[in-house]
Protein backbone atom coordinates (compact mmCIF):
# COMPACT_ATOMS: atom_id res chain seq x y z
CA UNK A 1 0.00 0.00 0.00
CA UNK A 2 2.57 2.07 1.05
CA UNK A 3 4.32 2.14 -2.49
CA UNK A 4 0.86 3.24 -4.44
CA UNK A 5 0.68 5.98 -1.79
CA UNK A 6 4.54 7.69 -2.33
CA UNK A 7 4.41 8.03 -5.64
CA UNK A 8 0.95 9.87 -5.65
CA UNK A 9 1.69 12.51 -2.75
CA UNK A 10 5.07 13.12 -5.02
CA UNK A 11 2.79 13.86 -8.31
CA UNK A 12 0.81 15.92 -5.90
CA UNK A 13 3.65 17.89 -4.17
CA UNK A 14 5.45 18.66 -7.92
CA UNK A 15 2.13 19.66 -9.40
CA UNK A 16 2.37 23.00 -7.96
CA UNK A 17 6.28 23.37 -8.59
CA UNK A 18 5.37 22.47 -12.44
CA UNK A 19 2.77 24.97 -12.58
CA UNK A 20 5.02 27.75 -10.62
CA UNK A 21 7.76 27.02 -13.20
CA UNK A 22 5.59 27.73 -16.28
CA UNK A 23 7.15 30.79 -18.16
CA UNK A 24 4.54 33.93 -18.60
CA UNK A 25 6.53 34.10 -22.11
CA UNK A 26 5.10 30.97 -23.27
CA UNK A 27 1.63 31.81 -22.09
CA UNK A 28 1.93 35.42 -24.04
CA UNK A 29 2.87 33.56 -27.54
CA UNK A 30 0.57 30.62 -27.32
CA UNK A 31 -1.74 33.71 -27.19
CA UNK A 32 -0.17 34.90 -29.62
CA UNK A 33 -0.19 31.59 -32.16
CA UNK A 34 -3.92 31.11 -31.37
CA UNK A 35 -4.85 34.45 -32.45
CA UNK A 36 -2.55 33.76 -35.16
CA UNK A 37 -4.44 30.57 -36.29
CA UNK A 38 -8.32 32.32 -36.39
CA UNK A 39 -10.12 32.75 -39.85
CA UNK A 40 -9.46 36.22 -39.51
CA UNK A 41 -10.06 39.17 -37.19
CA UNK A 42 -9.41 43.66 -37.15
CA UNK A 43 -7.34 45.11 -35.01
CA UNK A 44 -7.19 48.69 -33.79
CA UNK A 45 -3.93 51.03 -33.46
CA UNK A 46 -3.09 53.93 -31.46
CA UNK A 47 -0.35 56.03 -30.91
CA UNK A 48 0.26 58.43 -28.23
CA UNK A 49 3.23 60.87 -28.64
CA UNK A 50 3.77 62.59 -25.64
CA UNK A 51 5.79 64.91 -26.59
CA UNK A 52 5.23 64.89 -30.56
CA UNK A 53 8.31 62.87 -31.33
CA UNK A 54 8.76 64.64 -34.63
CA UNK A 55 5.71 63.42 -36.36
CA UNK A 56 1.58 62.96 -36.24
CA UNK A 57 0.83 59.16 -36.61
CA UNK A 58 -2.49 56.99 -36.64
CA UNK A 59 -4.54 56.01 -35.53
CA UNK A 60 -4.24 52.96 -37.73
CA UNK A 61 -6.82 50.03 -38.83
CA UNK A 62 -5.75 46.53 -40.10
CA UNK A 63 -8.25 43.47 -41.37
CA UNK A 64 -6.66 39.79 -42.23
CA UNK A 65 -8.45 36.90 -43.44
CA UNK A 66 -6.18 33.70 -43.04
CA UNK A 67 -5.08 32.69 -46.27
CA UNK A 68 -6.44 35.60 -48.01
CA UNK A 69 -6.43 39.27 -47.79
CA UNK A 70 -4.49 41.45 -45.48
CA UNK A 71 -5.77 45.47 -45.50
CA UNK A 72 -4.27 48.01 -43.77
CA UNK A 73 -4.68 51.98 -43.15
CA UNK A 74 -2.31 54.06 -41.59
CA UNK A 75 -2.28 58.13 -41.00
CA UNK A 76 0.97 59.61 -40.92
CA UNK A 77 0.71 63.59 -40.42
CA UNK A 78 -2.84 64.06 -41.95
CA UNK A 79 -2.25 61.64 -44.69
CA UNK A 80 -3.73 58.33 -45.24
CA UNK A 81 -1.69 55.48 -47.01
CA UNK A 82 -3.37 52.53 -47.41
CA UNK A 83 -1.64 48.74 -47.64
CA UNK A 84 -3.42 45.71 -49.43
CA UNK A 85 -0.88 42.14 -49.41
CA UNK A 86 -1.95 38.91 -49.81
CA UNK A 87 1.12 36.47 -50.04
CA UNK A 88 4.30 38.09 -51.46
CA UNK A 89 1.79 40.82 -53.33
CA UNK A 90 0.89 43.85 -52.02
CA UNK A 91 -0.52 47.38 -53.65
CA UNK A 92 -0.12 50.55 -51.81
CA UNK A 93 -2.76 53.49 -52.16
CA UNK A 94 -1.06 56.79 -51.36
CA UNK A 95 -2.83 60.37 -51.83
CA UNK A 96 -0.55 61.78 -54.23
CA UNK A 97 0.39 58.35 -56.57
CA UNK A 98 -2.98 56.27 -55.79
CA UNK A 99 -3.06 52.51 -55.82
CA UNK A 100 0.53 51.25 -56.72
CA UNK A 101 1.93 47.94 -57.13
CA UNK A 102 5.02 46.36 -55.95
CA UNK A 103 7.18 47.34 -58.14
CA UNK A 104 6.18 50.70 -58.73
CA UNK A 105 6.84 51.51 -55.33
CA UNK A 106 9.58 49.77 -54.89
CA UNK A 107 10.92 51.81 -58.34
CA UNK A 108 11.59 54.67 -55.95
CA UNK A 109 12.65 53.62 -53.49
CA UNK A 110 16.30 54.19 -53.50
CA UNK A 111 15.34 57.66 -53.07
CA UNK A 112 15.08 59.46 -50.02
CA UNK A 113 11.22 60.30 -49.07
CA UNK A 114 8.00 58.66 -49.39
CA UNK A 115 9.05 55.82 -51.59
CA UNK A 116 12.02 54.96 -49.28
CA UNK A 117 9.68 54.80 -46.43
CA UNK A 118 6.99 52.75 -48.37
CA UNK A 119 9.43 50.01 -49.29
CA UNK A 120 10.74 49.83 -45.75
CA UNK A 121 7.08 49.10 -44.38
CA UNK A 122 6.37 46.69 -46.91
CA UNK A 123 9.15 45.15 -46.85
CA UNK A 124 8.92 44.60 -42.63
CA UNK A 125 5.60 44.83 -41.99
CA UNK A 126 4.19 42.57 -38.71
CA UNK A 127 0.57 41.47 -38.04
CA UNK A 128 0.00 41.54 -34.53
CA UNK A 129 1.10 38.31 -33.95
CA UNK A 130 4.02 38.56 -35.66
CA UNK A 131 4.17 42.09 -33.90
CA UNK A 132 3.86 40.76 -30.02
CA UNK A 133 6.14 37.68 -30.49
CA UNK A 134 8.31 40.15 -31.74
CA UNK A 135 8.23 42.35 -28.95
CA UNK A 136 8.26 38.92 -26.29
CA UNK A 137 11.41 38.37 -27.77
CA UNK A 138 13.26 41.97 -26.47
CA UNK A 139 11.70 41.87 -23.73
CA UNK A 140 13.81 41.11 -20.60
CA UNK A 141 11.13 38.68 -18.60
CA UNK A 142 7.87 38.77 -18.72
CA UNK A 143 5.52 38.50 -15.47
CA UNK A 144 1.73 37.92 -14.62
CA UNK A 145 0.39 41.41 -13.10
CA UNK A 146 -3.34 41.68 -12.49
CA UNK A 147 -5.28 41.17 -15.84
CA UNK A 148 -2.32 41.58 -17.95
CA UNK A 149 1.65 40.56 -18.73
CA UNK A 150 4.03 42.84 -18.12
CA UNK A 151 7.70 43.63 -18.97
CA UNK A 152 10.58 45.72 -19.50
CA UNK A 153 12.18 45.86 -22.72
CA UNK A 154 16.12 45.57 -22.93
CA UNK A 155 18.22 47.90 -24.26
CA UNK A 156 18.77 46.76 -27.51
CA UNK A 157 14.91 45.85 -28.50
CA UNK A 158 14.13 49.19 -26.79
CA UNK A 159 16.65 51.35 -29.45
CA UNK A 160 15.98 48.44 -32.55
CA UNK A 161 12.15 49.58 -31.69
CA UNK A 162 13.22 53.02 -32.03
CA UNK A 163 15.16 52.89 -35.04
CA UNK A 164 13.44 53.06 -38.72
CA UNK A 165 13.97 49.52 -39.90
CA UNK A 166 16.19 49.04 -42.79
CA UNK A 167 14.62 47.79 -46.20
CA UNK A 168 16.25 45.76 -48.86
CA UNK A 169 18.17 49.21 -49.59
CA UNK A 170 19.87 49.48 -46.61
CA UNK A 171 20.68 53.17 -46.05
CA UNK A 172 22.01 54.18 -42.51
CA UNK A 173 19.42 54.60 -39.74
CA UNK A 174 18.74 57.12 -37.24
CA UNK A 175 21.06 57.46 -33.95
CA UNK A 176 19.49 56.36 -30.65
CA UNK A 177 20.42 57.31 -27.37
CA UNK A 178 19.41 56.55 -24.15
CA UNK A 179 16.46 54.17 -25.12
CA UNK A 180 14.13 52.13 -23.15
CA UNK A 181 10.49 50.68 -22.93
CA UNK A 182 7.87 48.65 -21.54
CA UNK A 183 5.05 46.40 -22.66
CA UNK A 184 2.49 44.52 -21.40
CA UNK A 185 0.03 41.80 -23.02
CA UNK A 186 -4.40 41.31 -22.26
CA UNK A 187 -4.76 37.57 -23.10
CA UNK A 188 -8.54 36.21 -22.63
CA UNK A 189 -9.49 32.85 -23.21
CA UNK A 190 -6.15 32.07 -24.35
CA UNK A 191 -6.15 34.46 -27.40
CA UNK A 192 -4.05 37.70 -27.28
CA UNK A 193 -6.86 40.53 -27.10
CA UNK A 194 -4.36 43.58 -26.52
CA UNK A 195 -1.08 44.96 -26.27
CA UNK A 196 0.84 47.70 -25.53
CA UNK A 197 4.27 49.42 -25.56
CA UNK A 198 6.15 52.37 -24.53
CA UNK A 199 8.90 54.09 -25.43
CA UNK A 200 11.39 56.27 -24.81
CA UNK A 201 14.71 58.03 -25.84
CA UNK A 202 16.47 60.62 -27.99
CA UNK A 203 16.50 60.24 -31.61
CA UNK A 204 18.74 61.88 -34.37
CA UNK A 205 18.12 61.53 -37.93
CA UNK A 206 18.93 63.59 -41.33
CA UNK A 207 20.07 66.49 -39.08
CA UNK A 208 16.73 66.33 -37.03
CA UNK A 209 16.99 65.48 -33.12
CA UNK A 210 14.06 65.22 -31.18
CA UNK A 211 13.14 63.08 -27.66
CA UNK A 212 10.53 59.95 -28.33
CA UNK A 213 8.09 59.60 -24.84
CA UNK A 214 5.67 56.86 -27.65
CA UNK A 215 3.07 54.78 -26.21
CA UNK A 216 1.28 52.13 -29.38
CA UNK A 217 -1.55 50.59 -27.73
CA UNK A 218 -3.15 47.87 -30.19
CA UNK A 219 -6.50 46.03 -29.72
CA UNK A 220 -7.98 42.88 -31.37
CA UNK A 221 -11.49 42.52 -32.13
CA UNK A 222 -13.78 40.67 -34.85
CA UNK A 223 -12.23 37.79 -34.14
CA UNK A 224 -13.55 34.98 -37.08
CA UNK A 225 -15.94 37.48 -38.53
CA UNK A 226 -14.10 39.86 -40.48
CA UNK A 227 -14.15 39.96 -43.84
CA UNK A 228 -11.61 42.01 -46.20
CA UNK A 229 -12.56 43.44 -49.05
CA UNK A 230 -10.66 44.22 -51.78
CA UNK A 231 -10.79 47.27 -54.51
CA UNK A 232 -11.09 46.54 -57.61
CA UNK A 233 -8.06 48.79 -58.57
CA UNK A 234 -6.06 47.20 -55.35
CA UNK A 235 -6.24 43.96 -57.14
CA UNK A 236 -5.23 44.92 -60.69
CA UNK A 237 -2.16 46.60 -59.26
CA UNK A 238 -1.40 43.18 -57.11
CA UNK A 239 -2.01 40.83 -60.58
CA UNK A 240 0.35 43.43 -62.66
Known amino acids: MKNYILPGALALLAAPLLAFAADPKDDVLGASK??????????????????????????????????????????????????????TNAAVNTPDNGWQSRAEVTANGDQPGPGRFLVRMLDNFQTPPKQADDLVSKAKDIKKADDAYA?????????????FRRGRNGGDGPTVTNPKGSVKFWVKDGLLTKYEFHLQGSVSFNGNDFD????????????GSTKVTVPDAAAKKMSS
Open 212 to 223: VDRTTTVEIKDV
Open 34 to 87: KLADTASYTWDVSINNANGGGFSMGPNHGKIEKGGYLWYSMTFNDNTTEIVMKG
Open 151 to 163: GELTESGAKDLLS
